[in-house]
């Protein structure tokens, strides 16, 4: 059987879609590219399995719609995966319905947490075939084309047409153990398109890993990806298995950093394990690991330590807010107190924080927000933080946030198009442009001049930072230029 992994061209004037491994999504300016290692596990497993597998991913290559259609019809795939997300899946929609004029015997199938959410949405919205919910859709999806082939069983978690209607085989489970995953076939997945535009890299090219799936507290309330992975299933490899990917992507890539995207890397004795060997292997000698961490993580000054001796370079936080009834209600079990002291012992081992804030709460008036800027800026100052994204909350379907939102009657609009981070879509004490211009202003945040002065300091101490600081210096204009906005016209 043929199968495309496929991420069709979205033409818009807003920009260029940042979609693939997404947590959140944004038109940009100036994009850059996660390397989808879900997606690309899939093919791994497939080809595996003796499947003809096609890469087709017209986003990250930079292709037209009628470039990527024409490359689509030349390969003839018998079914095509697309992973979507809530703002473009109405695009997606009329993408399958297209891709079914053309070849009405094509199979396909959505994937990502917006189906998750809302199976039922896209099969009356479009010709869909099957919708794969959780986020274990490369095991998923080997097992679909198993049963296509072979007779095998579905698993639960699939939902598929029968007749006129839609039927389901059950609620997802997550129970694949995560070691018995190949080694990622990354030439398969074209590795390189994703390997030099990522701002989270300081050496390229990078790549993607994920050993954990995907965070182990998994429970705020505006995460998307609680939908696919809820933090009671989380799983991760063993330490032994980790390791044996990152000397998989040496022996066989010419790979400089790797960013682990486990929502939250995997702490305590796995942390300790995983550090202790890649320092016994040599690894820490020829890469070096990022990784998402949480403030509450419990690691000590000495984890830290480890942490860097190991080869971790960035670690990101979610600071989310600075106002501790916001941390309260979005359920993410921190303490406005530990942001400072957490991330100087990140610095003080030489580690590299970028933390995450996000504005346009609800209940958060502009006196609350400029609490999460003033922290922001104070962290700069002081050289606590390197970097930073600044993003407006996005009730996400599926999500407790979104929920909450119903309740209440806080949605200004549920035109899914709109959820793209292009205008607050909640309500909120304050007006759009104001909600806008904070993000702006986080973004303006870093630059303080003690931050200034400290980075053309350490740029001049190695070519590799002299680079990585030029190149955020400029993805710094066009972040701010992603957050110019639009008027509401509600």
Not at 233 to 251: F, N, Q, V
Not at 320 to 325: D, G, L, R, W, Y
Not at 447 to 462: C, D, H, I, M, Y
């Amino acid at each position: 059987m043929k199968i495309a992994i496929g991420y069709p061209p979205l033409e818009s004037k807003k920009g260029i879609p940042l979609l693939a491994q997404n947590r959140q999504f944004q038109w940009a300016r100036d994009p850059w590219n996660a390397y989808p290692v879900v997606p690309a596990s899939a093919a791994t497993l497939l080809k595996e399995a003796n499947h003809d597998v096609v890469w087709l991913d017209g986003i990250a290559s930079g292709q037209s719609f009628k470039e990527w259609f024409k490359d689509f019809k030349r390969e003839k795939p018998d079914l095509v995966m697309i992973e979507t997300k809530t703002p473009v899946v109405k695009k997606h929609w009329q993408i399958i319905n297209q891709l079914k004029r053309q070849a009405p015997k094509l199979i396909t199938v959505l994937v990502g947490d917006h189906v998750t959410a809302l199976p039922k949405e896209s099969f009356e919205n479009s010709k869909v075939d099957y919708v794969l919910t959780g986020g274990d859709y490369d095991f998923l999806l080997l097992n679909l084309t198993n049963h296509l082939t072979r007779k095998e069983k579905l698993e639960p978690g699939i939902w598929l047409r029968q007749g006129e209607g839609v039927k389901n085989t059950g609620k997802f489970l997550l129970r694949h153990d995560l070691d018995v995953l190949p080694s990622i076939n990354r030439d398969l997945s074209q590795w390189q398109l994703y390997a030099y535009k990522n701002s989270n890299y300081s050496r390229t090219p990078g790549t993607y890993t994920m050993f954990g799936r995907d965070c182990w507290w998994g429970r705020c309330t505006f995460c998307s990806w609680t939908t696919l992975y809820p933090g009671a299933k989380y799983r991760a490899m063993s330490p032994k298995r980790a390791l044996d990917e990152i000397g998989h992507i040496l022996d066989h890539y010419p790979v400089k950093e790797i960013m682990d995207d486990s929502g939250t890397f995997p702490t305590g004795d796995w942390l300790r394990e995983f550090c202790q060997g890649m320092i016994k292997r040599g690894y820490n000698q020829k890469i070096k690991i990022d990784c998402n961490m949480r403030f509450n993580a419990g690691l000590s000054q000495k984890d830290y330590h480890l942490m860097e001796r190991a080869g971790f370079r960035f670690v990101l936080y979610g600071l989310e807010s600075a106002n501790q009834k916001t941390l309260d209600r979005i359920n993410k079990n921190l303490k406005v107190e530990q942001i400072t002291s957490v991330a100087l012992m990140a610095k003080k081992a030489g580690l590299w924080p970028h933390v995450t804030a996000m504005v346009g709460y609800p209940w958060e008036t502009k006196k609350d927000a400029m609490r999460t800027l003033r922290l922001a800026r104070e962290l700069f100052q002081k050289g606590y933080v390197d970097t930073l994204q600044a993003t407006v909350v996005i009730p996400y379907p599926g999500t407790p946030l979104f929920e909450e939102c119903r309740r209440n009657e806080w949605l200004k609009t549920e035109d899914w198009e709109r959820y793209d981070m292009k205008e607050p879509v909640m309500k909120t004490p304050m007006g759009d442009e104001e909600i806008m211009g904070l993000v702006r202003g986080l973004y303006a945040s870093i630059w303080t001049p003690q931050f200034v002065a400290r980075k053309l300091k350490e740029g001049f101490t190695s070519y590799d930072r002299f680079r990585y600081y030029l190149r955020l210096g400029l993805k710094f204009f066009s972040k701010r230029m992603d957050f110019v906005g639009q008027r509401s016209s509600l």
